[in-house]
């Protein structure tokens, strides 16, 4: 049964700094996908990894995917208040069922 | 404007009356499912359909239910709504291929609706 872990559950940064999310899963997926939710509104798809080694980028925000550690990481870059939010990674299912399992998501919180 | 819409976008209720939450696209997709997400437990899977009159059972369907007649709709029934069912909904949907991989991934989620059973 796929399980998706996501780590840490609340991150409160500085202006300028660097961090990384972390987001494991527990079996074979070859799709991971990264989402936005701001508060009180719904989600925003960000990236979608679809092979080992992809990695993605979009501003501030770079999406990388290892399919042998079963790892999918976001890292953010010189992060600004306006990426305050809560991201959520999701895997797919695809052995016979086409479900999605979420993590439990990341209340980052980008202090001035 | 391709989007996903649901209504109502807020619900208050009684438990047992039976209710229907709409879910409407308007981008021709063929997956479409529902989510509730509850603090600290993320985005659960309630159900999906892979297509019209296709559906299946996510990781939490127990007290609802669905149907897909039309490609277009897909909505959620609760035929007797508890207190524990007390959550945000989520609607999605996504395409298949059709030139660009990104569409074929990407979920596509409504604006939610807030459920209240008391």
């Known amino acids: 049964e796929l399980k998706v872990e996501q780590n840490p559950l609340f991150l409160s940064m500085q202006e300028g700094k660097n961090y990384t999310i972390y987001c494991n899963y527990s079996?074979?997926?070859?799709?991971l996908y990264w989402y936005r939710q701001d508060p009180g509104k719904s989600l925003e798809s960000l990236f979608v990894?679809?092979?080992?080694?992809a990695v993605k980028q979009e501003g501030r925000l770079m999406a990388s995917l290892d399919t042998k550690a079963r790892l999918s990481t976001l890292h953010i870059t010189a992060a600004v208040h306006d990426l305050s939010a809560t991201y959520f990674c999701?895997?797919?299912?695809?052995?016979?069922?086409?479900?999605?399992?979420f993590g439990t998501g990341t209340r980052l919180k980008v202090l001035a | 404007e391709a989007q996903v819409t649901q209504n109502p976008r807020y619900l208050i209720t009684v438990t047992g009356k039976k209710l229907t939450v709409t879910c409407s696209q308007n981008?021709?997709?063929?997956?479409m499912s529902w989510y509730r997400q509850d603090p600290g437990l993320g985005l659960r899977q309630i159900y999906y359909?892979?297509?019209?009159?296709?559906?299946d059972k996510g990781d939490v369907p127990e007290g609802y239910k669905v149907s897909r007649k039309e490609k277009r709709n897909f909505p959620l029934i609760l035929e007797s709504p508890s207190p524990n069912q007390t959550s945000l909904y989520f609607c999605?949907?996504?395409?298949?291929?059709?030139?660009?991989?990104?569409?074929?991934?990407?979920?596509?989620f409504g604006p939610g609706t807030r459920l209240t059973v008391l």
């Open positions: 999605a949907s996504r395409g298949r291929a059709s030139g660009s991989i990104s569409s074929y991934n990407e979920q596509f």
């Open positions: 079996t074979t997926s070859d799709r």
């Open positions: 990894l679809l092979s080992n080694g």
């Open positions: 999701a895997a797919l299912t695809t052995s016979g069922t086409y479900k999605y399992i």
């Open positions: 981008m021709n997709h063929e997956y």
């Open positions: 359909s892979m297509n019209v009159e296709v559906t």
